[in-house]
């Protein structure tokens, strides 16, 4: 696992949103924790919210 994720846009170079992730356990059991949720799910939720505008674009 990485210590930093970045959200790339639709656009070449486009960085939306830069996340650094602070989880001192790396084993397979950090799935498990709340802290690795909350890190999935504000990444899903850019992914989503990204999506969308994407859409709303094309329409």
Same mark, same amino acid.
């Given at each position: 696992? @990485?210590? %930093? =994720? *970045? /959200?790339l $846009?639709a %656009?070449p $170079? &486009?960085v939306r949103?830069?996340?650094t992730?602070n989880? @001192?356990?790396r @084993?397979?059991? =950090?799935k %498990?924790? &709340? &802290?690795?949720h909350? *890190? %999935?799910d504000?990444?899903?939720?850019?992914?989503r919210?990204? $999506?969308k505008e /994407?859409?709303a674009k094309c /329409?």
């Amino acid at each position: 696992m @990485s210590n %930093r =994720i *970045y /959200a790339l $846009g639709a %656009r070449p $170079g &486009t960085v939306r949103k830069v996340m650094t992730i602070n989880l @001192s356990d790396r @084993s397979p059991l =950090i799935k %498990r924790h &709340t &802290t690795f949720h909350d *890190y %999935r799910d504000e990444l899903m939720d850019l992914l989503r919210q990204h $999506g969308k505008e /994407a859409i709303a674009k094309c /329409a």
